[in-house]
């Protein structure tokens, strides 16, 4: 090659150089900063503006919330003469009061002998879970998860040997997780219905899931609990009255399944019509070319759509305090009135905010897992 | 198209043999999309062992013609019987002629979400019912017809088209079809994966598979076709043997879109 060259070409090099490192302001951390932080003059503006917010508010937060809180005492008088003797000055946390009321947070006014059973009802809902969110684990697994909803009723509500617990003494994050996931639970396969039906050919089904879908999403969710908390009961023939928190269920079930619909037909809107036509070109009848087609890809197109319904939903059932159910906001009330505790308020909502946002943030990992998994392309 | 081809064509068509019984019989046949009539009285009977071309202009109406033979779009008037069985709006009578009728489309379509293995076995498992061990061993026996064992257990997306449209034509024959539909096989595909999958069609022909296939191949068409069928707006114009079509074409309509298509 290079005899070739030396004879054709005035001047090659006779050995390689090897590449010098780029200029520092290329490298990095420098290089970092410029392309993200220091891109323009308005961009370089607003990062001095943001690092001066985070300088002081993040101090000062850590002030309050971890420096000066007291974490123990039996009254907010308590907590102050607490601070005052660390040589506290200004506002800080008195954690304690979530400390004294934790069970009540956690649980509302369950019996406090009894609450290994929601407990325990808590800890077999993972394990009812887990075969269903990794597709790894052993197929038996499903059994439990299937059974999970009547062993959890059991736990919860007591009979055939336990003993029972009221609706109304159920409260706090119990409350919030039992309208939350029985609501995700089963706003997922309903959705799927009313979307199927809403593209369907048959016009009575057409009807129906549109007129459904329209009206729960047109109405808001508070009023449908009101309708559940009074009007429901009209319907039912007197003495069969069903239990409030079923109520609400139903109605949170209905309200997400009505949004979980339009994001799963939003999924089979994206599919190419080649697939439902390989599919019947196979020979597959409605039903088998939904599940074993249409649907997993429908699905996974609509994931953020999905998890986004769920976090909605899960959100959602703080509005159930509002009809007077005790979940965590609701919780929030009688201990404010109580006059030990009379005068926090930061404290009650930074906790209960922590709670949603620790189950929210979950489910939405999950999702991006999920979605990396299902990933079937170029890889 | 190639001279290799053209030469090729007595001898590889002289192998394939075609009976009298009736595969396909289509009578009178007219559809509609709202006022547009895009089917004219098309008459066509296509014996076993057929290989039939089809070929025309854009929007002729030849993919509404082979889609009607397995039902993906519905004729107004008019009889369409595949192997014995009328197309009607029985559902039973539609899933018997799905399942005999194995169909290739222009762009693949296969299954994303499933490997490649799981694409060719998933219609005989839940149509035919096979045990899952028979229906892979035949997938595999397929996909090494179509040269392509070793991709098995890779998904669609990672495949070249010319591969794809392989795994496309061994997912259709794992259902054990007499008949197979091919809607432009080729026309997504580079030249040199088209001849990969030409090749699978040819040795398919072969093997006496009634065949009817929409593509602009000409020299597929003169080597294992025994009909070829030229359509323009919604009519069977005219067909006749792939020799005579190409030499003698009868129409002028058949004379200006063989001028138009051969003459690059
Ligand atoms: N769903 C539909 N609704 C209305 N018109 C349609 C529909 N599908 C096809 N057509 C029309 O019917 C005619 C025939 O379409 P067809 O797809 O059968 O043509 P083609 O011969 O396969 O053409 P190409 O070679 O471009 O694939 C075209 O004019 C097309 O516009
Ligand atoms: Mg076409």
Excluded at chain 1, 133 to 155: C, E, T, V
Aim: charged residues 20%; contains cysteine.
């Amino acid at each position: 090659m290079s005899d070739l060259h030396s004879n054709t070409v005035a001047f090659v090099a006779g050995s390689q150089i090897p590449p010098s490192p780029p200029p520092a302001k290329d490298r990095g951390a420098v290089k970092w900063l410029r392309e993200n932080m220091f891109s323009s003059v308005a961009n370089g503006i607003l990062t001095v503006i943001a690092a001066l917010v985070i300088i002081t508010a993040v101090p000062a937060i850590l002030q309050w919330a971890f420096i000066d809180a007291v974490w123990s005492a039996g009254s907010l008088s308590e907590c102050r003469e607490i601070a005052a003797a660390n040589g506290v000055e200004g506002a800080f946390a008195c954690w304690a009061v979530i400390n004294e009321r934790f069970n009540q947070f956690l649980f509302g006014f369950y019996p406090n002998e009894l609450l290994w059973r929601p407990v325990l009802a808590f800890v077999l809902m993972f394990v009812a879970m887990a075969p269903v969110l990794f597709r790894s684990l052993p197929k038996p697994m499903l059994w439990f998860s299937a059974a999970y909803p009547f062993l959890a009723y059991f736990l919860i509500w007591g009979g055939l040997g336990l003993e029972p617990v009221e609706s109304s003494k159920i409260g706090g994050f119990l409350l919030a997780l039992i309208i939350g996931v029985t609501g995700i639970v089963a706003s997922l396969p309903f959705g799927v219905l009313l979307a199927l039906g809403r593209k369907s050919d048959l016009f009575f089904i057409k009807t129906i899931c549109v007129v459904f879908i329209e009206f729960i999403r047109g109405v808001p969710l508070i009023t449908l609990l009101f309708v559940a908390s009074s009007v429901l009961n009209y319907f039912f023939p007197p003495g069969t009255a069903l239990d409030l928190i079923l109520r609400v269920v139903i109605m949170a079930t209905l309200f997400s399944s009505a949004y979980m619909a339009e994001v799963i037909r939003g999924g089979l809107a994206a599919l190419p019509q080649g697939q439902y036509e390989a599919a019947d070109s196979l020979g597959l009848d409605y039903w088998k070319s939904m599940r074993l087609i249409i649907l997993p890809q429908a699905l996974k197109i609509s994931i953020p759509g999905i998890v986004n319904t769920f976090i909605g939903l899960f959100k959602d059932t703080t509005l159930v305090s509002v009809i007077g159910l005790l979940d965590p906001v609701g919780m929030i009330t009688p201990i404010r009135a109580d006059s030990n505790w009379n005068g926090l308020v930061w404290e009650f909502y930074v906790f209960v905010a922590l709670f949603f946002f620790a189950f929210c943030f979950c489910m939405s990992r999950y999702s991006m897992y999920l979605e990396k998994k299902l990933k079937t392309d170029n890889h | 198209m190639t001279d290799a081809t053209a030469a090729a064509a007595p001898t590889a068509r002289s192998t394939m043999t075609v009976s009298d019984e009736v595969a396909i019989q289509i009578s009178k046949m007219n559809k509609w999309y709202g006022e547009f009539h895009v089917l004219r009285d098309i008459n066509l009977t296509v014996n076993r062992g057929e290989r039939i071309v089809i070929c025309g202009p854009s929007g002729s109406g030849k993919s509404t013609l082979i889609r009607c033979i397995n039902r993906l779009e519905e004729h107004q008037a008019g009889k369409i019987v595949v192997d014995g069985t009328e197309l009607t709006s029985d559902l039973k009578n539609i899933d018997t002629i799905r399942k005999e009728v194995g169909m290739c489309f222009q762009h693949f379509n296969l299954f994303p979400h499933l490997t490649i293995l799981e694409n060719c076995t998933l219609a005989p498992i839940w149509v035919r019912k096979t045990p899952r061990r028979e229906a892979e061993e035949t997938a595999m026996h397929f996909l090494e017809k179509v040269k392509i064992p070793d991709q098995a257990h890779k998904y669609p997306g990672q495949l070249s088209g010319g591969q794809q449209q392989r795994v496309a034509i061994a997912r259709s024959l794992c259902m054990k079809p007499r008949i197979m539909l091919f809607d432009e096989p080729t026309s997504a595909l580079d030249p040199e994966m088209i001849k990969e999958v030409l090749d699978t069609m040819i040795s398919l022909a072969e093997e006496g598979m009634t065949m009817l296939c929409v593509t602009h191949e000409m020299g597929f068409a003169r080597q294992v076709a025994n009909r070829v069928i030229f359509m323009d707006q919604g009519q069977i114009v005219e067909q006749n043997e792939p020799e005579e079509f190409f030499l003698n074409p009868r129409s002028d309509r058949t004379k200006l879109f063989l001028s138009q298509i051969l003459g690059h």
